[in-house]
């Protein structure tokens, strides 16, 4: 029995038979899957104060770690000009044996970013010259690319914020920055592997559209994503170890004395406090999401977003309750970044069109 016409693919110049659209959608999922690992990589840097261990910015040669006890040696002594060391860890005691485990963390998410780009940029070449990628998905490719790019570069500036004598911490405007242009990034792969998918199913299947709802819910969960990093880059997670109240009222003490913009973006109660309970606005604009995914017949991605928050809020009640445990908090930015790409899904699914 002959395929159907549908499902053949058509030979390219050179006359091999291209990638279908679902080889393409395939390995996109596989980059996102990379990306999720790296934000838990990232987390992780964060949590165990990894991420000013490396003073420069070197992308090629900067993949090998120090191979040499001297190359080890000015490696911390470049890291021992730094606040974070003559404030923090210096006085602490920190020996060459501790440096090595912040470096190895920060080096790890280094690399995986390396990593990240190769996985992308090589197979996007490789589907470029053979002509497997369908008309009018390059420019949202090259985009993908972009930001990939971008990514690095903003992670750079996140280090630099933090390497002056004066300052133990990178700036956490920087640090959300970072984190959201990685989340949307993984939020673009998703969607455009689920278009490929479809197209593959169909060829005369058109690009879904975003619509005001998944728009809404996006910017919601943006903000909540938005206050996690700025919690964790003011350590705002340690302020209280209570659940529901904080320091036994609802809402804490804060210093309002910079005025209440700098409350607001700065003080450490105030942002936990902001994150922990702007969580049940992004609750209820998800279920608001997954309930007109539903009606669209896409149960299982309405599971997806219902599971990811619900397991997300009991992660963060934990989270504060064990006074961010590392292993709770990694788990707890694994949880965000899985919620994010069904979201992703759910977003799709209300703006997929026939």
Known sequence: ?????????PP??????????????LWLLCVAALVVAMVVVGGITRLTESGLSITEWKPVTGALPPLSEAQWQAEFAAYQQIGEYQQINGPA????????????????HRLLGRLIGLAFALPLAWFWLRGAIPAGYKPRLLALLALGGLQGVFGWYMVRSGLSTQTTDVSHFWLSIHLLTALFTLAGLVWTALDLAALDADPAARPARLTGVAAGVGLVLAIQLMLGAWVAGTNAGLASDSWPLMQGRFVPEADWSHGALWALSHDPFMLHFLHRWWAWAAVAALILLARAV?????????????????????LGIATVLT??????AALHQLVGALLVAATAWGAYETGRRP
């Not at 029995?1 to 693919?9: E, G, K, Q, V």
């Not at 006074?323 to 709770?328: D, I, K, T």
Request: glycine share 8%.
């Open 93 to 108: 005691g920190m020996t060459l044996a501790d440096y090595k485990f912040i470096y190895f963390w920060e080096w790890s």
């Open 1 to 9: 029995m002959n395929a159907p016409a549908s499902r053949l693919t």
């Open 323 to 328: 006074g961010v445990a590392l292993w709770l």
């Open 12 to 25: 390219d110049r050179s006359g091999r038979r291209a990638a279908r659209p679902r080889t393409v959608a």
């Open 294 to 314: 539903k009606r669209r017949g896409a149960r299982p991605a309405s599971v997806a977003i219902h599971s990811a928050f619900g397991i997300q809020i009991l």
